[in-house]
């Protein structure tokens, strides 16, 4: 089954193959900052993102620091009230997922808690260690991405393709970053402490800093379904 790469080195990369390959959420970063006016650059060259009829329904909320601290703060405290405390922006999987999109979704979170040799049964464990999706994993930065309420899958498809281009520009530039949808889990938390309107809706994180690495959670290899499961050829080879 062909896997992504493992991570490499923080080194610049000019093709967009090699940026490809090197992409990979990471998991766990180091404490070092990000400079700004390199993320003010990234963000420049991803505006070059495609959208249908180039509405551009992007936004972006970009933290670090006590503004950050404070959207841990409060997430912290709707978690601390159990299911009470979900306010979900919308349904992150479809309900009742089936396969083949149920096993590759179990299988990577498999693969995840292997990495760490946290085995099935280790509930509190896995907990754990999803509850550091709401640290960011440790990212000195975090995006939070959000549009218009009145935006619908085709504009959620645009914020798919600026969400790459980030996070390949971020490559390209040394540094990591995984996309984080769970903190839809507690949206309106969220929105009200990044001060936006009940009009935007709360799409995904996005942490943001150097990898941490050596890391095992960075490093597993992760797998893709095989090309023939993806893609329908049509009137080559006639
Ligand atoms: C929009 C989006 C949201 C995601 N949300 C989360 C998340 O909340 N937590 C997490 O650990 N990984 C999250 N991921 C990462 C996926 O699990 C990951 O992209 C997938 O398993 C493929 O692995 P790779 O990104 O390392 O290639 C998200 C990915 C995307 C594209």
């Not at 089954?1 to 992409?23: E, F, G, I, N, W």
């Not at 096993?103 to 896995?126: H, M, N, Q, T």
């Not at 949808?181 to 936006?196: I, S």
């Amino acid at each position: 089954m062909p896997v992504t790469d493992t991570l490499s080195p923080p080194t610049a990369t000019a093709s967009v193959t090699d940026a490809l390959h090197r992409r990979r959420s990471v998991r766990a970063f180091t404490d070092r900052p990000v400079d700004p006016a390199q993320l003010r650059d990234i963000f420049a060259a991803a505006q070059r993102a495609p959208s249908g009829g180039n509405l551009q329904p992007w936004q972006a909320t970009v933290l670090t620091g006590a503004p950050w601290q404070a959207v841990q703060d409060a997430v912290a405290t709707r978690i601390a009230m159990g299911r009470e405390g979900y306010e979900p922006e919308y349904d992150i999987y479809p309900k009742g997922l089936t396969d083949p999109w149920e096993s590759r979704r179990y299988g990577v979170g498999e693969a995840l808690y292997a990495s760490l040799g946290i085995p099935r049964e280790d509930k509190p464990a896995r907990l754990d260690q999803f509850r550091h999706n709401y640290r960011g994993f440790g990212a000195p930065v975090m995006l939070f991405l959000h549009c218009s309420r009145i935006m619908g899958p085709p504009q959620w498809s645009d914020m798919g393709m600026w969400l790459q281009s980030v996070m390949l520009l971020l490559v390209e530039h040394g540094l990591a970053s995984c996309p984080q949808e769970c903190w839809a889990m507690y949206g309106a938390t969220v929105r009200r402490t990044l001060g936006l309107g009940d009009d935007q809706i709360l799409f995904s994180g996005l942490a943001i800093g150097y990898a941490d690495e050596g890391a095992a959670v960075n490093r597993w290899p992760v797998p893709r379904v095989e090309l023939e499961d993806v893609i329908d050829w049509q009137g080559f080879g006639e």
